[in-house]
């Protein structure tokens, strides 16, 4: 399962060789060109990223069974990644350079979407034994009336995800070259020539699989142009995207209007080192909590006891999430009344894919904790994934509302739908939680009358999310000190909701103790002092604030580049 020697496992067919050489080349390519055509990266350095990526996967294969680790691999992906730099390096230049390109530039990108459709042709039908005897043909078209994915249903999921992957990569190239050429046209021909790339994104390939029709090893199937299809769709979105993203080009400074040098290079690569560093930091903290005795053992009892670090790294992943959409989605440029649709199915999104990553990162037990085992009888995860849905809907608005607030402190000019749009989120989960809880491990922690106790705890989490994006955000003169003392200004107010939100006396396994104690103690048989308590509440309550601002600086920063005003020169 290692292969040491360059090429020592390739097919003895030339042909079958070239080929698998060739794709193994082509597949780095569009990795080392995406990290080139912005610009800010030399060719020897995207070329190093590109060949770093692929030796770390084949590191990563040596752990997978079905998988071989060959050294050809990383020789094929550094030709790619030469490939990808020189090309991403010379669009980077004339995109930047070139106000008006020449005129077989702009038929370019259609040019090699042909050859890229010839290479999809030879891909696909390779060795080219056709038969066009009638009876063969009329026997192999009965795949018009199969269903869907049945094909992919009867192998392994393994093999059902490579085919998948295979067929809508292999077309995003040729999706990517149209939207390339249609942006390089003159407007008057822009709609007619994307109509016609959306034709040719649709019977190139119908083309193939009828062609599959006549070759005996192939299988032709209407899956596989679905999903060549959605693949060259995704290409030419993403394509666009790019074709509109900015340049960072170093060009000349000029004698004597030359701005001085900003911080920009810095700044982005802090921000570049930011996700990685909160990730991992994040998870080795999770991994020492789960090992340490002093900490309570509901958090102890986190991590997956198969594999503790893994477990701990999704862990990291889930908090980032949770900490960084709802800024994000606050950010988002749009009209009072599409926020009002925006922030929920925002939330949506964002209680989903947090469910699914605490699903990935931590036993079901934990999961039963807050939202309770299933009772509805429901298929899958779908009773479990929906109250957890309901669940972080609440920080996520109280997140959302907090970057709201210190987006208008700091001038933006907001409507109130922004805000009273999380009213009706925050009434939702309020009875997704409280009313139709299914567990009352937070029910019976919360003081009554329970609609008061779930607004004295709204308020006790905006307040420190509060705190945290006022940290993170920029501020000028003296917000820069209402910024820097937030953290403990926020503490007495925080503690004075907490205490008002949270019950003050529990009866439970034959003691009394209050809610605090139970969630800050570290075992339910010696259950700490008020004044120990509130000491680490008052550690925990910095410790999150510091947290959260580290976490969210860069999106805060986002937001400002985003919405500041241009200068231009006046000459």
């Known amino acids: 399962m290692v292969v040491l020697i360059p090429f020592?496992?390739?097919?003895?067919?030339?042909?079958?060789?070239?080929?698998?050489?060739?794709?193994?080349?082509?597949?780095?390519?569009?990795?080392?060109l995406l990290w080139r055509l912005d610009g800010t990266r030399s060719a020897w350095r995207a070329w190093?990223?590109?060949?770093?990526?692929?030796?770390?996967?084949?590191?990563?294969?040596?752990?997978?069974?079905?998988?071989?680790?060959?050294?050809?691999?990383?020789?094929?992906?550094?030709l790619g990644g030469a490939l990808g730099s020189v090309v991403g390096g010379r669009l980077a230049k004339r995109e930047a350079h070139d106000s008006a390109p020449v005129k077989w530039g702009t038929w370019l990108p259609f040019a090699l979407a042909a050859g890229w459709m010839g290479v999809l042709l030879f891909v696909f039908w390779f060795p080219f034994d056709f038969r066009t005897d009638g009876a063969f043909i009329k026997d192999r078209l009965d795949f018009v009336q199969r269903v869907p994915f049945e094909v992919y249903y009867f192998g392994t999921e393994y093999r059902a995800i490579t085919e998948v992957l295979r067929k809508t990569l292999f077309f995003a190239p040729l999706g990517g070259l149209l939207a390339w050429g249609v942006a390089r046209q003159p407007w008057r021909w822009?709609?007619?020539?994307?109509?016609?790339?959306?034709?040719?994104?649709?019977?190139?390939?119908?083309?193939?699989?009828?062609?599959?029709v006549m070759l005996p090893e192939k299988i032709a199937d209407t899956t596989d142009w679905l999903l060549a299809w959605l693949g060259g769709l995704a290409g030419y979105g993403v394509a666009r995207r790019i074709l509109r993203a900015p340049r960072h080009?170093?060009?000349?400074?000029?004698?004597?209007?030359?701005?001085?040098?900003?911080s920009a290079a810095p700044r982005a690569t802090r921000m570049r080192w930011q996700m990685p560093l909160v990730l991992g930091g994040m998870g080795v903290l999770f991994w020492g909590a789960?090992?340490?005795?002093?900490?309570?053992?509901n958090v102890r009892e986190l991590l997956r006891q198969d594999n503790a670090w893994l477990s701990a790294l999704l862990l990291a992943v889930a908090c980032y999430w949770l900490a960084v959409w709802p800024v994000w989605l606050?950010?988002?440029?749009?009209?009072?009344?599409?926020?009002?649709?925006?922030?929920?199915?925002?939330?949506?999104?964002?209680g989903a894919i947090a469910f699914l990553l605490l699903d990935a990162a931590v036993p079901d037990e934990s999961l039963f904790d807050l939202a309770g085992s299933p009772v509805l009888g429901w298929p899958g995860q779908w009773e479990l994934g929906l109250r957890w849905v309901a669940l972080a809907a609440i920080p996520g608005t109280l997140i959302y509302l907090a970057a709201q607030t210190v987006r208008r402190w700091r001038g933006r000019r907001l409507s109130a739908l922004h805000f009273w749009a999380a009213l009706p989120v925050l009434g939702l989960a309020y009875w997704g939680v409280v009313i139709q809880a299914d567990t009352d491990n937070l029910v019976e922690l919360m003081a009554t009358p329970q609609p008061l106790a779930f607004t004295a705890l709204s308020a006790w989490l905006y307040i420190v999310f509060l705190a945290s994006a006022l940290l993170a955000s920029p501020a000028m003169g003296a917000q820069r000190i209402l910024r820097l003392v937030s953290p403990l200004v926020s503490l007495p107010l925080a503690a004075l909701f907490l205490h008002l939100g949270l019950a003050g006396t529990l009866d439970k396994y034959g003691q009394q103790f209050s809610a605090l104690q139970f969630l800050l103690s570290t075992d339910r048989q010696h259950y700490a002092a008020m004044p120990v308590i509130w000491l680490r509440y008052s550690a925990l309550h910095v410790l999150v604030i510091a947290t959260l601002a580290f976490i969210q600086w860069p999106h805060f920063r986002?937001?400002?580049r985003l919405h500041a005003p241009t200068r231009h020169a006046s000459h």
């Open 190 to 212: 822009r709609a007619t020539l994307f109509a016609v790339a959306m034709l040719v994104l649709v019977w190139m390939p119908a083309l193939i699989e009828l062609g599959q």
């Open 48 to 78: 190093g990223m590109t060949l770093a990526a692929a030796t770390g996967l084949e590191f990563a294969q040596l752990f997978v069974f079905s998988r071989v680790s060959d050294v050809t691999d990383i020789l094929t992906a550094s």
């Open 558 to 560: 986002a937001a400002q």
């Open 290 to 297: 789960a090992h340490a005795p002093f900490v309570p053992y």
């Open 249 to 262: 080009v170093t060009l000349p400074r000029a004698s004597h209007c030359a701005e001085p040098e900003s």
């Open 330 to 350: 606050a950010r988002r440029p749009a009209s009072g009344l599409a926020r009002l649709a925006q922030l929920p199915l925002g939330l949506l999104v964002y």
């Open 8 to 32: 020592g496992d390739l097919p003895h067919d030339p042909a079958t060789a070239v080929y698998e050489i060739a794709t193994d080349a082509l597949i780095w390519t569009p990795l080392a």
